[in-house]
């Protein structure tokens, strides 16, 4: 089974900084890692797939990276609406997993 | 538009078994995979199960295998997920959630609002 470990925990920031987020499997997964974002109280959005490829409808400002075991999610100017928390899935075969998620919040 | 919504969750004691169900619009739902993702309270995502569009494939977490079956009705646009000899760490949020493109392995781009499931004596 794949392990998926995401750092920071948490991150206290302020609207118009730039966020990166790392997420990094035990073995490779290829480019086969998902990018969510949860709310409070809301079912996690899919952001990003295939490791580099925005999802229908998400801002510019969201891009991801990597392959092979290690991967990164940028907000390039964060928004007041993208506090929340991030989850990274490995869909590299089977079981998928999520990572513990990474809580981005205001400073 | 697309719309997931579960249901079927409530109050279990441990040992029973539960049926929970995700009625899917606005989509070809015979044409996606469809999973089965759940949420402790407070805690993060946990996968549970895959199905594919046709029913043939389906894939488990080790932590319910051989307790949990995942099944669907195309006819009906219904997903299911029949859980037996559910223990307290069963206790989540159960949320549905289609497949993004037909071509599994591209993430999940609609999920319902989940339905809770609580295992309590």
């Known amino acids: 089974e794949i392990v998926l470990t995401q750092s920071p925990a948490t991150l206290s920031l302020s609207p118009g900084e730039r966020v990166t987020l790392s997420c990094r499997a035990s073995q490779s997964v290829g480019s086969s890692l998902v990018w969510y974002q949860q709310k409070n109280g809301q079912a996690p959005r899919l952001l990003i797939y295939?490791?580099?490829n925005r999802a229908t409808g998400i801002p510019a400002r969201f891009s991801g990276s990597g392959s092979g075991t290690d991967f990164t999610l940028t907000i390039d100017s964060l928004e007041p609406e993208d506090f929340a928390v991030y989850y990274c899935?490995?869909?590299?075969?089977?079981?998928?997993?999520f990572g513990p998620g990474t809580k981005v919040d205001i400073k | 538009q697309v719309q997931l919504v579960e249901s079927g969750g409530g109050v279990v004691q441990p040992g029973r078994s539960l049926r929970v169900s995700c009625a899917a619009s606005?989509?070809?739902?015979?044409?996606?995979?469809m999973h089965w993702v759940r949420q402790a309270p407070g805690r993060g995502l946990d996968w549970v199960s895959f199905i594919s569009y046709d029913g043939k494939l389906t894939k488990y977490a080790d932590s319910v295998k051989g307790r949990f079956t995942v099944s669907r009705d195309n006819s009906k646009n219904t997903l299911y997920l029949q859980m037996n000899s559910l223990r307290a760490d069963d206790t989540s949020l159960y949320y549905c959630?289609?497949?993004?493109?037909?071509?599994?392995?591209?993430?999940?781009?609609?999920w319902g609002q989940g339905t809770l499931v609580t295992v309590s004596s």
């Open positions: 899935q490995h869909r590299s075969g089977w079981p998928s997993s």
């Open positions: 959630a289609k497949e993004n493109t037909p071509v599994a392995g591209t993430g999940s781009d609609f």
């Open positions: 606005g989509f070809t739902f015979s044409s996606y995979g």
């Open positions: 295939n490791s580099s």
